[in-house]
């Protein structure tokens, strides 16, 4: 295995490849189509790499700072790096499940998937360092579904390759947490998504969790796409960063065993269908978008339900892979091309573009922000797919902007 220090110093965002990396706009629908490729994955890359290779050799919690948000509320110490690893990871999942090449890209996701997989080894062991905590304070339950999400995502590249102690040690880490209680709100589907994990690699679950996550969730609908985070409605990013992709995903595995209809299923995508739609429409000309609601430092996890539909080939009628590519890059390049985003040594700082402290919530600290990598989901599409060999194309707020034609948008009811 290359030293993990090589790569990194020749594949960071603007060096991976031979190629440029600019950003594909309204003004450069004659740029390469490989460029927003190129660019995702080096970025990718930057943002992964310390917490992977870190949590591979046991050094997260010796390397990774620990900045914390304004009033910060947590025991941040015994949660923060089961936060990082979880969250990076299970954006990290599609694109790890790709198969080998030969490839510049090809190798570098050879490499980080070898170092994910030595972390989940540590992570679940005693005797580590990196032994990540899922038992004391309630952080785990929500950290632990990430977790999981990850091997849902990529289960012949993460689950199967783990030898049978390492499994029988995730299996018995996530059944302690069973005692936690989950907060009345989105915090069911986490509990929820541990059950669905456990039932799909045939371990013992309870689906009383599963049916009350769905239940509630069905309950709380709001309309138009939007689901509400408990009984009360807020106007947040949540239905992105939790709500849509983790329900979806949750009873993908329940009706796969027949353990829910696929009714529910298949009403859960058209909701989250209609909310990517609503989200492409966010993004701005430049690549901005609406500063809005609590937990604005996961910045690109926003846009999950949008790059999941991507991965999924199942977009909403009227929006073609290329827009969404073009838009998500130009999210991206504001985002973390901004001095600050990350710090000197290359670790996330609290922020949505820059360095931005102030803005991040109680329970906030470095390893929430690893969340951003599910922006990142449509990567594991191959790059021959049209959503990254298709040539560029105008979002929908560059033609309304620019005054060229568009589709009228009206509610819908479902």
Same mark, same amino acid.
Not at 103 to 126: D, F, S
Not at 338 to 359: A, N, S, Y
């Given at each position: 295995m ?8 020749a ?17 450069? =629908?004659? %740029? ?10 080096? +970025? $990718?890359?930057?943002i ?29 110490e ?7 690893f979880?969250?990076?990871?299970s ?6 499940a ?5 490839? =510049?890209?090809g ?5 980080l ?15 580590s360092?990196d032994?990540?905590?899922?038992r ?7 950290d ?7 091997? /849902?995502?990529a289960?012949q ?25 989950? %907060?009345?709100n989105?915090? +069911?589907?986490?509990?929820?998504m541990?059950?669905a994990?456990? $039932? ?14 769905t239940k ?10 939007f ?6 409605f ?14 979806t995903?949750m009873?993908?595995?329940l ?14 995508v058209?909701? /989250? ?17 609406p500063?809005?609601?609590?937990s ?5 996890a ?9 991965l ?14 073009? %838009? ?9 091309? /901004? ?19 102030e ?6 600290? =470095? ?5 951003? =990598?599910n922006?990142? $989901? ?7 797919d ?28 479902y």
């Amino acid at each position: 295995m290359a030293p993990m220090a090589g790569l990194a110093g020749a594949l960071l965002p603007g060096k991976m490849f031979a190629s440029d990396i600019t950003g594909t706009t309204v003004n450069n =629908t004659a %740029a390469p189509v490989t460029a927003d490729r190129q660019y995702q994955v080096s +970025l $990718l890359q930057r943002i992964a790499a310390p917490v992977v290779t870190n949590m591979s050799k046991g050094t997260l919690r010796k390397n990774m700072p620990l900045e914390k948000g304004p009033g910060y509320g947590l025991a941040a110490e015994k949660v923060t790096y089961l936060e990082a690893f979880g969250r990076c990871i299970s954006g990290m999942a599609p694109w790890l499940a790709l198969p080998d090449d030969a490839t =510049t890209e090809g190798k570098l996701r050879k490499q980080l998937r070898a170092q994910v997989l030595e972390g989940i080894v540590n992570g679940v062991n005693p005797s580590s360092a990196d032994y990540l905590n899922f038992r004391v304070e309630s952080q785990p339950l929500v950290d632990a579904a990430y977790l999981c999400q990850a091997f /849902m995502r990529a289960p012949q590249a993460l689950w199967h390759p783990l030898d049978n102690t390492t499994k029988a040690n995730v299996v018995k880490e996530l059944k302690a947490l069973r005692k936690i209680r989950p %907060a009345y709100n989105n915090w +069911l589907l986490f509990a929820g998504m541990v059950e669905a994990f456990l $039932l799909s690699v045939g371990e013992e679950w309870e689906p009383l969790r599963t049916m009350v996550a769905t239940k509630k969730m069905q309950e709380w609908y709001a309309g138009d796409g939007f689901y509400s985070d408990g009984a009360e409605f807020s106007f947040d990013y949540y239905n992105g960063y939790v709500i849509h992709p983790m329900l979806t995903d949750m009873l993908k595995v329940l009706t796969d065993k027949q353990q829910a209809p696929k009714a529910d299923y298949e009403q859960a995508v058209k909701r /989250m269908q209609r909310y990517a739609f609503l989200q492409e429409r966010m993004i701005a000309p430049d690549g901005t978008y609406p500063a809005i609601g609590r937990s604005m430092t996961y910045r690109t996890a926003a846009f999950q339900p949008l790059v999941q539909l991507a991965l999924e080939h199942r977009l909403p009628e009227g929006i073609n892979p290329a827009q969404v590519r073009c %838009a998500m890059t130009a999210v991206m390049k504001r985002i973390f091309d /901004m001095e600050g985003t990350f710090d000197k040594q290359g670790w996330l700082q609290l922020g949505i573009c820059g360095h931005q402290p102030e803005v991040a919530d109680v329970y906030t600290s =470095t390893g929430s922000l690893y969340i951003c =990598t599910n922006g990142f $989901l449509a990567l594991g599409l191959p790059s021959e797919d049209p959503f990254w060999s298709d040539p560029a194309a105008e979002w929908t707020s560059q033609k309304v902007w620019s005054g060229k034609p568009v589709k009228k948008d009206y509610h819908v009811n479902y």
